[in-house]
Nanobody
Framework: QVQLVESGGGLVQAGGSLRLSCAASGRAFSVYDYAMGWFRQAPGKEREFLAGISWGGGSTYYADSAKGRFTISRSNAKNTVYLQMNSLKPEDTAVYYC?????????????????WGQGTQVTVSS
């Protein structure tokens, strides 16, 4: 069993920054060994992939909406995945989720992720 707990969300003004964290735990589970991803879901909209990081060397993969503004990273020592978000816009307002991949390869397909956190709210005011 794997547990993912997101934190770091909150209210921020447009143009501001937030860093989300996803602390992972579980018997013999390491974020190093699997792909990890960040998604978000705004009210009335479908869940949207933002960023993924592959196992090991950690190649990264971003949605167009995240490129240039969001950065995914990983601390193997802390078993934690991060999403640094800069230049935030009101349209970034959503609940943000981290997820564990079924394999080591990052993908934008949500069915390729088998464990999800409970989400953290991000609200960007104009």
């Amino acid at each position: 069993q794997v547990q993912l707990v997101e934190s770091g969300g909150g209210l921020v003004q447009a143009g501001g920054s937030l860093r989300l964290s996803c602390a992972a735990s579980g018997r013999a589970f390491s974020v190093y060994d699997y792909a990890m991803g960040w998604f978000r879901q705004a009210p009335g909209k479908e869940r949207e992939f933002l960023a993924g990081i592959s196992w090991g060397g950690g190649s990264t993969y971003y949605a167009d909406s995240a490129k240039g503004r969001f950065t995914i990273s990983r601390s193997n020592a802390k078993n934690t995945v991060y999403l640094q978000m800069n230049s935030l816009k009101p349209e970034d307002t959503a609940v943000y989720y981290c997820a564990k991949g079924r394999t080591g390869r990052a993908t934008s397909l949500d069915y390729e992720y088998d464990y999800w956190g409970q989400g953290t709210q991000v609200t960007v005011s104009s």
